[in-house]
């Protein structure tokens, strides 16, 4: 049975951090520099596990300073101010062997309705899947795809609080 548990990163052991890391750069789209802070500097963590301990899902709400989330819309061309949306979901991994399980959909769903009165914003790589799971969960896209500088591109999508 795979349990869930929300923390906010002050509130892990420096063990937890270090998994969360592992399992984002492994199975995450995700730039590794700075990471180790970023993690630290999140909202709130989401672990999945295993009854035996084993990490095999990961998530957080993050809430990066003005200037990177201007640089994400200025990118994404939205028209949308990006000092209305303060809350980003992000760093969604689910282990290789537990992917197909509907893991992620838990993962948003948990994050969503933790942040339910804040207006959220994700970016994620510009394919069908991932446009699927973000309309599900009342995102849209904001402005048009944009180079990641890894080989893809990425999409800005929104969603207002309360959004469904």
């Avoid at 949306?85 to 933790?114: D, F, P």
């Avoid at 990641?148 to 969603?159: E, P």
Wanted: net charge positive.
């Amino acid at each position: 049975m795979v349990t869930s548990s929300i923390l906010s990163p002050s509130d892990c052991t420096p063990r937890a951090l270090a998994d969360f890391e592992s399992l984002v750069s492994k199975y995450g789209t995700v730039d590794p520099q700075g990471l180790t802070k970023r993690i630290r500097d999140a909202f709130r963590l989401l672990f999945l596990r295993e009854s035996n301990g084993q990490l095999v899902g990961v998530g957080a709400l993050k809430r990066p300073q003005l200037g990177y989330r201007s640089k994400v819309f200025a990118k994404a061309r939205a028209t949308t101010p990006p000092d209305e949306y303060r809350v980003e979901l992000g760093w969604v991994a689910v282990a290789k062997s537990h992917q197909g399980q509907g893991l992620s959909r838990r993962i948003i769903g948990q994050l969503i309705s933790l942040a339910e009165n804040e207006n959220l914003f994700a970016t994620t790589r510009a394919d069908a899947r991932a446009m699927r799971f973000a309309v599900d969960y009342g995102f849209k896209p904001a402005g048009k795809p944009y180079p990641s500088g890894h080989g893809y591109d990425l999409v800005l999508y929104l969603r207002i609080r309360g959004g469904d």
